[in-house]
């Protein structure tokens, strides 16, 4: 389930971005928690923090930066603390993965039904032309924002594939395949609180679709709530349909804060 009720409309922004996880470390790096989001934005267009040849490509970066970590301003204050606190890569490259997909459906999608049945349906490889293919049956539905040129999908496809790659959902150059990912316990406690204040609900979260951005089932988020409630992380009780789910934090820059303290 996504997190609002909405008509699919899939866009194809996708294709400017890739991860670009370089740039955005660049970014938290400088980011001035004294500004607000806005003011921090237009000085780094007139810094051109990022070395960009051109200001086209300079103001392209910074809108997907914006789009995917700063429109939830508490995200973006997660984030940025993380980074400029030295937090592990492999936590903040996690969140990354995850709200870049929490901001582009169609990536989102693409990974919520294409590559999680193909990986539970017995496969790991991924040619291109699966992920074309359902492109174009989104596009046979109405769900694109606009018409598509075959030309299109083959570049968004091109881009969601790129993109996977780089935060490491795929590896492999020209005949790529799914990796066994691992979510680190800090950014699933980290996800799961940031489910709990959109969904308000223990048993929604655990039941919910985004977890397959990681290839997890019920049992497997189960597993983990229940690690995560042993390290005193959280407060996870489950019993038929009743789930209890409990924070230690009101705000997810607070609860991130209490992760760097345990790991100094």
Known sequence: MMLENRLTRYTARIKNGSALLADVKTLFAAWDSTQNSEANFETFKNKNIF?????YRLNEVLNVFRQRYFVDPEVGRMLVSLA???????????????????????????????????????????????????LREWLTQGKMSTAWSDYTIKRVGRGIMATLRDFGVLEGKANKHITAMYLPLQSF???AFWLMQKLKSGKLVLHSDEWRLFFLDVPGVE????????????TY?????????????TSLEEYASGFLERAR
């Open 223 to 234: 597993r983990l709530f229940f690690e995560a409630h042993q390290e005193g992380m959280l």
């Open 51 to 55: 070395g960009k040849t051109s200001r």
């Open 189 to 191: 406690a980290l996800i």
């Open 237 to 249: 009780y489950a019993a038929g349909s009743v789930v209890r789910l409990e924070f230690p934090a």
């Open 84 to 134: 400029q606190h030295d937090a592990s890569t492999q936590w903040l490259d996690t969140l990354l993965y995850f709200f870049a997909a929490q901001s582009d459906y169609t990536l989102r999608d693409a990974m919520v039904e294409v590559l999680y049945n193909r990986k539970q349906a017995g496969y790991i490889d991924l040619p291109v032309i699966v992920i074309q293919n359902a």
